[in-house]
Nanobody, 123 residues
Framework: QMPLAESGGGSVQAGDSLRLSCHAS????????LGWFRRAPGKEYEWVGY????????TYGQILRGRSHINMDNAKNTVYLQMHSLRPDDTATYFC????????????????WGPGTQVTVSS
């Protein structure tokens, strides 16, 4: 069983909303800060956002800023990425990971990556 597992992806139309989940099975979801990344086919990983260990502070990358919200539900041991006004260029596999140290927008600052969940946005 993966320590972190994403779910909630799917195929949607442009302009739709989607909520992705990142569930922790290895420890409390708040054992660390967490981040969301995405990777489109043939492209590099892009940082989506970050939530602090206590769930009270979020920082968003440029790619979904203003169109996304990250929140933590300790009772469900899950972090959510709510996205709205989705566009075809948001099509990617979305990943969550535990923050270790370093710059929050850098992939190498994270570990315990989930397997990802696919989001496909059609026009």
């Amino acid at each position: 069983q993966m320590p972190l597992a994403e779910s909630g992806g799917g195929s949607v139309q442009a302009g739709d909303s989607l909520r992705l989940s990142c569930h922790a099975s290895d420890a409390s979801i708040s054992a660390s800060a967490l981040g969301w990344f995405r990777r489109a086919p043939g492209k590099e990983y892009e940082w989506v956002g970050y939530v602090s260990q206590d769930g009270l502070s979020q920082t968003y990358g440029q790619i979904l800023r203003g169109r996304s919200h990250i929140n933590m539900d300790n009772a469900k041991n899950t972090v959510y990425l709510q996205m709205h006004s989705l566009r075809p260029d948001d099509t990617a596999t979305y990943f969550c990971a535990r923050y270790i140290s370093g710059a929050i927008g850098v992939r190498s600052s994270y570990s315990s990556w989930g397997p990802g969940t696919q989001v496909t946005v059609s026009s």
